[in-house]
T-cell receptor, first 112, second 112 residues
Framework: SQQGEEDPQALSIQEGENATMNCSYKTSINNLQWYRQNSGRGLVHLILIRSNEREKHSGRLRVTLDTSKKSSSLLITASRAADTASYFC????????????FGAGTTVTVRA | NAGVTQTPKFRVLKTGQSMTLLCAQD?????MYWYRQDPGMGLRLIHYSVGEGTTAKGEVPDGYNVSRLKKQNFLLGLESAAPSQTSVYFC???????????FGQGTRLTVV
């Protein structure tokens, strides 16, 4: 079964609002990564957070990691129409032979 | 750099036919992955490789075979295609464990 599970499955927000999505996973990890997929395209890496980090920022993105709860969140601030995409978390674990396991994703729609 | 290139981009097969999907990367990456993406199920790992000459099974390996004879290429084969293998296939590579992955643009395969 997949390691990461995103919540919610879908999210619709107004341009300028913030979007928050969560990822839960089952076993210990070395790092957790977030990717974006625009419709019909390949995935693009957004941010990587290591197991010993609690928070990381990149532009309008903020990622948190709580290893005690086995969960992560991705916050997109001041959303734009171009942020409309599907977002996936992926877990990376030495114990899992670094297979890079993905969740089912959160589909975000930003309304103009 | 071209990054990760998948060939072909689209293909229609009849049940029972065979085909090979090619993934080529020009970044001298050690790790390569093949995923399939079906609606609502995110990316599921089919097979992966941690270096030239190595391959290993992922979550959904049945019906597929792979080879990594050259470091830059990772081939995914379907020996006898079935309608259940209709999907979008993505290849990814990364230099080492615990780093970001780079994805190809995908191959849309339909088995009729």
């Amino acid at each position: 079964s997949q390691q990461g599970e995103e919540d919610p499955q879908a999210l619709s927000i107004q341009e300028g609002e913030n979007a928050t999505m969560n990822c839960s996973y089952k076993t210990s990890i070395n790092n957790l990564q977030w990717y974006r997929q625009n419709s019909g395209r390949g995935l693009v890496h957004l941010i990587l957070i290591r197991s010993n980090e609690r928070e990381k920022h990149s532009g309008r993105l903020r990622v948190t990691l709580d290893t005690s709860k086995k969960s992560s969140s991705l916050l997109i601030t001041a959303s734009r129409a171009a942020d409309t995409a599907s977002y996936f978390c992926a877990t990376d674990a030495r114990s899992n032979d670094y297979k890079l396991s993905f969740g089912a994703g959160t589909t975000v729609t930003v309304r103009a | 750099n071209a990054g990760v290139t998948q060939t072909p981009k689209f293909r229609v097969l009849k049940t029972g036919q065979s085909m090979t999907l090619l993934c080529a990367q020009d970044m001298n990456h050690e790790y390569m992955y093949w995923y399939r993406q079906d609606p609502g199920m995110g990316l599921r790992l089919i097979h992966y490789s941690v270096g030239e000459g190595t391959t290993a099974k992922g979550e959904v390996p049945d019906g597929y075979n792979v080879s990594r004879l050259k470091k830059q290429n990772f081939l995914l084969g379907l020996e006898s295609a079935a309608p259940s293998q209709t999907s979008v296939y993505f290849c990814a590579s990364r230099g080492q464990a615990n780093t970001e992955a780079f994805f190809g643009q995908g191959t849309r395969l339909t088995v009729v």
